[in-house]
């Protein structure tokens, strides 16, 4: 029995950073590079990392596919979770078991907060002049 080598990818975003994810089945050894490099390097906070892996530890399939990401815009904070959307949408491609566990874990939601305009009369978004009445 021969394994077929299947590749699913599939894009996600987050704040103004925009993220392709390439799921690949091809060895047991699960590696995850970003823009080339490892994710530590990559986004230098461990906490960033566990966040864009959530998908693959919810769904128990760190060790099964090999994941290359490429990111572009943004800081980190939004290219993690533009990674983690991207990730958990080719998952589902890959399988629609793990289509409701992600979505019971908020995975599957796109997070549309972005930054708000600055209004003219004001210093920023909400921020007036100092107010004077003499």
Do not use: C, W
């Amino acid at each position: 029995m021969t394994n077929k080598i299947t590749s699913y990818s599939s894009s996600g975003g987050r704040k103004s950073s925009i993220a392709r994810a390439h799921i690949t089945n091809t060895n047991d050894k699960g590696s995850v590079l970003v823009n080339g490099t490892e994710p530590m390097k990559f986004f230098a906070q461990e906490l960033l990392v566990k966040d864009m892996l959530l998908p693959l530890q919810v769904t128990n399939t760190l060790t099964k596919f090999d994941v290359r990401i490429n990111v572009d815009g943004g800081g980190k904070s939004g290219q993690a979770g533009a990674a983690r959307l991207a990730i958990a949408k080719t998952l589902v491609k890959v399988s629609k078991e793990y289509k409701e566990l992600l979505r019971a874990n908020g995975l599957l939601t796109r997070d549309a907060r972005i930054k708000e305009r600055k209004k003219y009369g004001l210093k920023a978004a909400r921020k007036a002049p100092q107010f004077s009445k003499r």
